[in-house]
Every structure is written in structure tokens, then in C-alpha cells.
């Protein structure tokens, strides 16, 4: 038998994407979301979902594009650390010694250590709420080689990528639970 539990934002697991975006004056920022996902095959379209109030939500509004970089469980802390401050006050680039790529086919940076990006240009924004949705048309799909598997595509031990519990506020991998969320990053303060 099932029981209730209400209605709550709560769909396990949910990604641990980390979104960058340049501001207006071409400064990298990154960001943590969890709520998103694939959302159309055809075209191949990505799904992230803002608060109005974040730095990313204002670039991404400027610019009309934006990454998803996906980190591998070895980078937790820094995923975490991420969605801890605000872009506006810190580099959170220079801060945890990462990165900032500037992708290929849109006009956002991407974290070059982690091991899959995805570079999408915003075709529909829709207001749901506290959140902005941000659909996004996927341009291209970038890969470490040494994830891939057969058929050129990454493979989901190697990839390692988090998994995100809203509820419990925790990190898991696809082999078991890593850290609690809004804590494991502070050590980057």
C-alpha cells in the first residue's frame, strides 16, 4: 500500500547540472540547478527551470543561451559550492580553480574538467511560478573520450555523474550517497 506524502516538488533522482552563462560583460558564471531535464527528442531540447532572483536567470535572459556541464561525483564539492553563493559577488570559477570553456555553438562558458557539457540556445521561456522554465535547443553534446562506450556514447558508470534527493537535501552517485547539499561546497568559502 501506498502512502501519501502531499504535494511536493520531489521526483527522484533529479540531475546535478551545473548551468553557465556569461553576464554583460562577458564574465563566465556558473551555476547549480536540479531542476531540469530532457524535455523533446526532435528537436533535441534541454529543460532548466530559475529563480527570477539568481545571476544566471538575468544572463540567460541577456544572451538567450546557456550550458549544462555535468559533473562526475569527484567534483561534488564544487557542484555544491556552485549553488552556495551568488556569481554577482564571486568568481566561483577562480574560487575552486576550475575552468570556464567557451562553448562552440552558443554564448556560454562550460566547466572544462567535468566530463559532459551540453550547449543549448533558448527557444521558450515559460513563468511557472516562483520559476522561469528555460527551454532550450540543444546544438551539440560534448564528451571526454575516456567515458565513451560503445557507439560513441558516454557510458553512465564511467560518466559518475550526482543525483540530487530534494528532500533530504543529500548527493548521491549511481554507486551510492556522497554528501548532504548546501554543505559539502563550504569548504570553497
Known sequence: MKKSIGSKAL??????????????NGKPNIMTA????ICCSKPPAATISLRKATYTYHNIM?????????PSKNYAREADFFGLVSGRKTDKFKKTGLTPTKADK??????????????????HTF?????????????DVKSDEEILGEG???????LSPI???AESRSYFGVDGFIGHAYDIG???R
Open 11 to 24: 521526483i527522484y533522482p533529479s540531475p546535478v547540472w551545473c548551468v553557465g552563462s556569461y553576464d554583460k
Open 34 to 37: 536540479s531542476w531540469g531535464g
Open 62 to 70: 541577456e544572451t538567450r543561451a546557456y550550458t549544462i556541464s555535468v
Open 106 to 123: 552558443v554564448y556560454a562558458p562550460y566547466v572544462d574538467e567535468f566530463p559532459m557539457v551540453i550547449e543549448c540556445k533558448v527557444m
Open 127 to 139: 513563468e511557472i511560478g516562483l520559476h522561469t522554465q528555460f527551454i532550450g535547443e540543444i546544438l
Open 152 to 158: 560513441g556514447l558516454p557510458e553512465m558508470l564511467q
Open 163 to 165: 543525483l540530487y534527493a
Open 186 to 188: 563550504k569548504t570553497f
